[in-house]
């Protein structure tokens, strides 16, 4: 089991550091001391075994105490993005009947005003300062003994993690893990890769993405390894603020220096952003060993550009929320198959099939779909989708791909209406359903266009009611109210009606 995993490397690395953070280090033995005492102040606010905990958090220790914590007590963890507005955090508070929420001062009130429309009471515990009719964060962590709160022997095999995944329902779908997929996720991943203890990952990209978590938390403290953490970027009142990439870029250098970073996860926009450092800045990453990217095709433009900066491959990896990593291209020479993800991972198998379902042979385009112990056994709540995804133990991806004659995967498309804006995967369906409700709107198409540099940019598509004047201003005053900053269209276009096929699909590839 994960926790098992975890408690492993503490016996057999206490004195090495988990974590880097700034200016602070902990140790693995004074980690375990903050997950142990964390665990029996949960435990004395009446959170159990099967209780759900929100944690709405940007990437921080606290996230790290929380994780292992709420593993501890056989509870569910639910990291959603900092980033959600009250509704987006309202309904995934709601589905997943949370009995607590982890937060920080900043995001304290919309996560009050996201609970205050349900009927039941919620624990709210912040993590960086004392506040009125919360918990403060750190006295759960010293006030209370923890001699009643160990249940490192029990195997336990419900739910551990919730995280919701973006589909074709338009709402997203509520993935459930438990502890032993995790294990295994970790567990192949560092096989693959071979990570040791002397390896120091660095975490540019969120944790509580399936990416951040399996690739950068899971990757360090299940093997004894550094995790150093990228801190943000603080106003004068020592408030948190999101900066574009690029500003943290002369901080991502210095500390794959200073700390000798040996692997480095990240997703294209942050490899382009890197890539694009001015030539006559001098810059030392002679520690890496391993630089992946996830999240969204990697462009040979991007891989072309990082190699010629800094003289290092950057290494496809394919993964997905339902399962984690997948797949990552190893080899010791990448550039020929710099647009393949690689070989699946340890333990993890992968086929390409037809509409009929039937295997097809090397070179044939079909579905990818995959077969792995780090598997979700299905989504919440849905019984007919769980039945077309989940098929005599594979999980049908929607992903496009065809293997080459050595059994490399290449990813070719999908056929989820899935945008990736920035690292972000965007459900079209959600937007198109949230700007349906403005009064002025009789129809809304939202697709994703190529981005200057990498990923897509969300566009939507308008038709406006008879006699209803509106304009651009309008829409994004209302997305602004309605959803997370990256998700709000950049591009918005009115016209006159939607072209649509004899039978009435729509035609999206028209409106790109």
């Known amino acids: 089991m994960l926790a098992h995993l975890f408690k492993k490397a503490v016996k057999r690395f206490p004195k090495q550091?988990?974590?880097?953070?700034?200016?602070?280090?902990?140790?693995y033995q004074e980690l375990d001391s903050k997950v142990e005492r964390l665990s029996a102040g949960l435990s004395s606010l009446g959170i159990t075994q099967g209780n759900c905990i929100a944690v709405v958090l940007p990437n921080c220790p606290e996230f790290v105490f929380s994780f292992y914590a709420i593993a501890q007590l056989n509870a569910i963890i639910l990291p959603l993005n900092h980033l959600f507005k009250e509704e987006e955090l309202s309904y995934c508070i709601e589905d997943s009947q949370a009995k607590a929420?982890?937060?920080?001062?900043?995001?304290?009130?919309?996560?009050?005003?996201?609970?205050?429309?349900l009927n039941r009471e919620i624990e709210i515990i912040v993590v960086d300062r004392v506040a009125s009719q919360t918990h403060f964060f750190y006295d759960l962590v010293t006030k209370v003994s923890t001699s009643a709160t160990s249940q490192s022997d029990t195997v336990f095999g419900g739910n551990?993690?919730?995280?919701?995944?973006?589909?074709?329902?338009?709402?997203?779908?509520?993935?459930?893990?438990?502890?032993?997929?995790?294990?295994h996720e970790a567990k192949n991943f560092a096989q693959t890769t071979q990570i040791t203890p002397n390896d120091k990952i660095l975490c540019a990209v969120p944790l509580y993405h399936s990416h951040g978590l399996g690739n950068?938390?899971?990757?360090?403290?299940?093997?004894?390894?550094?995790?150093v953490i990228l801190e943000p970027v603080l106003q004068k009142d020592g408030t948190p603020v999101e900066v574009p990439f690029v500003f943290r870029r002369p901080r991502i250098l210095s500390l794959i220096k200073t700390e000798k970073i040996t692997i480095f996860p990240g997703v294209p926009y942050i490899f382009n952003t890197m890539a694009e450092t001015p030539a006559d800045q001098s810059v030392d990453l002679s520690s890496l060993r391993l630089c992946f990217s996830a999240g969204n095709f990697l462009s040979e433009e991007i891989f072309d550009k990082f190699l010629?900066?800094?003289?290092?491959p950057i290494r496809q990896l394919?993964?997905?929320?339902?399962?984690?990593?997948?797949?990552?291209?190893s080899e010791i020479y990448p550039v020929p198959t710099r647009t393949s993800v690689g070989f699946p991972l340890k333990n993890v198998e992968i086929k390409i099939i037809d509409e009929a379902e039937n295997e097809l042979p090397d070179g044939m385009i079909g579905e990818i779909v995959i077969k792995s112990l780090s598997l979700t056994s299905g989504y919440a709540n849905q019984p007919e989708l769980n039945q077309q995804a989940f098929k005599n133990s594979y999980f049908l991806t929607g992903d496009i791909g065809k293997k080459d004659h050595t059994g490399r995967l290449y990813v070719t498309g999908r056929k989820k209406l899935l945008i990736d804006t920035g690292g972000r995967k965007v459900d079209s369906l959600e937007i198109e359903e949230i700007l349906m409700k403005h009064p002025k709107i009789q129809e809304a198409v939202v697709v994703g266009v190529k981005g200057e540099y990498a990923g897509e940019l969300i566009k939507a598509v308008l038709v406006k009611k008879p006699q209803e004047p509106c304009e651009y201003s309008?829409?994004?005053s209302f997305c602004k109210t309605q959803m997370a900053e990256f998700k709000i269209p950049k591009i918005i276009e009115f016209r006159p009606e939607i072209p649509k096929s004899p039978l009435g699909k729509i035609l999206r590839k028209e409106l790109v």
Do not use: H, M, W
């Open 160 to 183: 551990f993690l919730y995280q919701y995944s973006s589909g074709s329902t338009g709402k997203p779908k509520r993935v459930c893990r438990t502890q032993d997929n995790l294990y």
């Open 216 to 227: 950068c938390l899971l990757a360090a403290t299940c093997n004894g390894a550094t995790l």
């Open 17 to 27: 550091t988990a974590i880097v953070y700034d200016q602070l280090q902990i140790s």
């Open 101 to 117: 929420i982890i937060t920080d001062y900043k995001r304290l009130e919309i996560c009050t005003r996201a609970i205050a429309k």
């Open 318 to 329: 394919y993964g997905c929320t339902e399962a984690g990593a997948i797949a990552i291209n």
């Open 474 to 476: 309008e829409i994004i």
């Open 308 to 312: 010629a900066r800094f003289n290092l």
